[in-house]
């Protein structure tokens, strides 16, 4: 499992971020406090606070090609 922190700031950003995200072969979530989502969907992801960072986690040991893909959202 890995993680890292993302922020997806207008609906442009979240629907370049889905279409990378539902091309893996594994689970990723987005968990902000209580709330898990599956990053997989747009709507789970509207219903999270977008001004804050998300907790990305990815379900494998081999996401570096994912984190690759969506550099631009990590935060750093």
Do not use: C, W
């Amino acid at each position: 499992m890995k993680e890292t922190k993302i922020m997806l700031s207008n609906v442009q950003d979240i629907r370049d971020f889905v279409k990378i995200v539902i091309m893996t072969d594994y689970e990723v979530d987005l968990i902000q406090g209580r709330y898990v989502i599956d990053a997989k969907s747009i709507m789970g992801i509207f219903s999270l606070d977008l001004l804050s960072p998300i907790t990305l986690v990815a379900h494998t040991d081999f996401a570096d090609e994912l984190f690759e893909k969506i550099e631009k959202y990590i935060v750093k």
